[in-house]
């Protein structure tokens, strides 16, 4: 290993794990010793890591005051390193970090809250694509349709919670005030995506939950249809799917059909 590379690997070890071959490297001070010169690195490390952790999560920082989402900023920093190479992306294992942790695991809408945050920061990451519209299904045979697959936006997500995450994530962006915690007798799905630069959400009914899901595996139209049976009568789920499929392509989901 390099000279340079010496002193870079022993850095980054004395910020991540506190040896102390950094020593080596640094000289000190009467005005500034040797501990305070390197704690200054490592205090401001801890510090812009806790500052990625509030910005990607915002809504849960306020949920659990400063005293608390300080503390849990520090036990995620110790033990999980900055892995990218920017710093948004830190803090993607949080969510997992809460519903595991002792500590958090008795409290699930913090796991959940920090899910719902994560995911949306992903859907306005997303890469772009251009939506179609509805004219790129008219005039198609009904064999065509029977044989339709479409291909999604890829900002496309769908999460599942008990608890009311979003709606309390919601409140908090917009200023307003904020439900109390409560939990479905059961879960809810929402669908995200990003349109013309802006985030959306809503929730799911079952059967569109099912419609989508299977539109999002890669399934036909017709295997849509047929999912669709176990809500509707027979003769009625394919002008039900149509219904679903036109609300995708005005949402701007769908970028393409094969």
Request: glycine fraction near 4%; aromatic fraction near 12%.
């Amino acid at each position: 290993m390099s000279g340079l590379g010496r002193i870079q690997h022993d850095f980054q070890e004395y910020l991540l794990r506190s040896t102390a071959g950094v020593v080596d490297h640094v000289v000190g001070t009467d005005r500034v010793p040797l501990p305070t010169r390197l704690r200054i690195y490592s205090d401001a490390y801890y510090s812009r890591l806790t500052e990625a952790l509030e910005a990607n999560f915002p809504a849960l920082a306020e949920v659990l005051g400063e005293k608390d989402f300080t503390r849990l900023a520090a036990e995620y920093i110790a033990t999980h390193d900055s892995r990218f190479a920017s710093i948004r992306y830190y803090g993607d294992e949080l969510a997992q970090f809460l519903a595991t942790e002792p500590r958090y695991r008795p409290v699930p809408l913090l796991a959940d809250l920090a899910r719902w945050e994560w995911t949306m920061a992903a859907v306005f990451d997303a890469a772009d694509a251009d939506p179609i519209d509805a004219e790129a299904v008219q005039g198609k045979t009904p064999t065509e349709w029977a044989t339709m697959r479409f291909i999604f936006h890829p900002s496309v997500q769908v999460l599942e919670f008990a608890w009311n995450a979003p709606q309390i994530w919601k409140a908090m962006i917009d200023n307003a005030p904020r439900p109390p915690a409560a939990v479905s007798r059961e879960p809810i799905s929402w669908l995200l995506w990003r349109h013309d630069t802006k985030e959306y959400f809503r929730s799911l009914a079952a059967p569109e939950e099912d419609a989508l899901a299977t539109a999002l595996s890669g399934e036909t139209f017709g295997a849509l249809c047929h999912i669709l049976c176990a809500h509707f009568r027979e003769d009625e789920a394919p002008a039900e799917a149509a219904t679903y499929l036109r609300t995708w392509l005005e949402n701007g989901l769908i970028t393409a059909i094969s």
